[in-house]
Nanobody, 122 residues
Framework: QVQLVESGGGLAQAGGSLRLSCAAS????????MGWFRQAPGKEREFVVA????????NYADSVKGRFTISRTNAKNTVYLQMNSLKPEDTAVYYC???????????????WGQGTQVTVSS
């Protein structure tokens, strides 16, 4: 079992930045592909980005390429999402995920955090 706790969400202005953190506990973290998903009001949860155990990011969603950066520190069992040049359309609940895998064209995960709200005002 893996427990994931997100932090760092909040309110930002368009063009601003936020940094999300996700602290993992439970099963061994260092070998697990971690990631971030988000769900905007009235929309389905969508994949944002993942990072493998070596620290190599997998595909970024087109909507965040060049603006968001994922990283991890295995020694601290923590994964981060640096979000720059925020846009109002980035407003969503952001979920940390552990055991991220790609199934066809979709991404899914074995474990989820409780989510943290990110709101970007115009």
């Amino acid at each position: 079992q893996v427990q994931l706790v997100e932090s760092g969400g909040g309110l930002a202005q368009a063009g601003g930045s936020l940094r999300l953190s996700c602290a993992a506990s439970g099963r061994t973290f260092s070998w697990t592909t971690m990631g971030w998903f988000r769900q905007a009001p009235g929309k389905e949860r969508e994949f944002v980005v993942a990072i493998d155990w070596t620290g190599s990011p997998t595909n970024y969603a087109d909507s965040v390429k060049g603006r968001f950066t994922i990283s991890r520190t295995n020694a601290k069992n923590t994964v981060y999402l640096q979000m720059n040049s925020l846009k109002p359309e980035d407003t969503a609940v952001y979920y940390c995920a552990a055991g991220v895998k790609r199934v066809g064209v979709q991404y899914t995960s074995d474990y989820w955090g409780q989510g943290t709200q990110v709101t970007v005002s115009s």
